[in-house]
């Protein structure tokens, strides 16, 4: 199975005004955000409700795969990525 890399610009043209859940296929870190370079797209959705519904069900089975949601009206994406820095404790 060939993977198709997109930018987010093509996935704009492609998709317009929907939801997607993307795979980064391509991506690194600077300064707390997540850089993706080239993504697939997994599936697309009308609304966030479902694309969230989709996410979950796929992450669950897959939690290392690397799934974000966007809406295609956005010209750009951006992941913040936030470091947890507390303390754990056993129960």
Do not use: C
């Amino acid at each position: 199975m060939k993977v198709s890399r997109l930018k987010w610009q093509e996935i704009r043209k492609q998709y317009p005004n929907q939801w997607v859940l993307i795979e980064a296929l391509k991506a690194n870190s600077q300064k707390n955000n997540r850089e993706i370079q080239d993504m697939e797209v997994i599936s697309e959705y009308n609304d966030s409700t479902t694309a969230w519904r989709g996410y979950k069900a796929l992450h669950l089975a897959n939690p290392l795969r690397e799934l974000y949601i966007f809406h295609t009206s956005n010209e750009k994406i951006e992941v913040i990525e936030d470091r947890f820095t507390g303390i754990r404790r056993n129960a």
